[in-house]
């Protein structure tokens, strides 16, 4: 009865009181609530629902049991499965920052292509000036005086 009357109280001064008690009181339990609830994505919510149902499930199909399995696991399961929700929104920026340096490595390939080619040109072009110019044969030189190898003689014999 003590909890009602307080309850009472507290939504007559937040909904019908404008004096400075009344705002305080509708800052603290109504606009920072509703702040927090308008940040809540709709994946989230379908996830705490799958949550739920999972929970109800574990209880009907095992009774007492699911219930402790429920308040064990119910803090870890519900992080767990709202946590898909952050990296679906992760794995979307990684997605989108790999598509674009994707777009830059075929850009880049472009230029390596056609950087590629000019090598290959210039070295053509350098081959082509070799073939123009052939190289003069040389003449060996007469072994020096006072050399052995004057006469080769029969040294692996």
């Known amino acids: 009865m003590l909890v009602f009357l307080l309850l009472s109280i507290l939504f007559g001064l937040t909904a019908f009181d404008p004096s400075a008690a009344g705002e305080a009181l509708r800052r603290a339990l109504v606009q920072a609530p509703a702040r927090m609830l308008g940040r809540v994505a709709h994946g989230q919510v379908i996830s705490l629902l799958l949550v739920a149902t999972v929970i109800v499930v574990a209880t009907f199909v095992f ?5 402790k399995l429920a308040a064990m696991a119910a803090p870890d399961m519900i992080g767990w499965v709202l946590m898909f929700d952050v990296t679906v929104l992760f794995d979307l920026m990684v997605l989108a920052i790999s598509l674009k340096a994707l777009a830059g490595w075929r850009g880049l390939t472009h230029v390596a292509t056609a950087l590629r080619r000019r090598t290959l040109q210039r070295i053509e072009r350098l081959g082509a000036r070799q073939v123009r110019r052939p190289r003069k044969p040389r003449r060996p030189r007469p ?6 190898e004057a006469e080769p003689g029969l040294v692996f014999a």
Do not use: I, Q, Y
Not at 63 to 67: H, I, Q, R, S, T
Not at 143 to 148: A, I, L, N, Q, V
């Open 143 to 148: 072994p020096r005086p006072g050399s052995d």
């Open 63 to 67: 009774e007492a049991e699911g219930l």
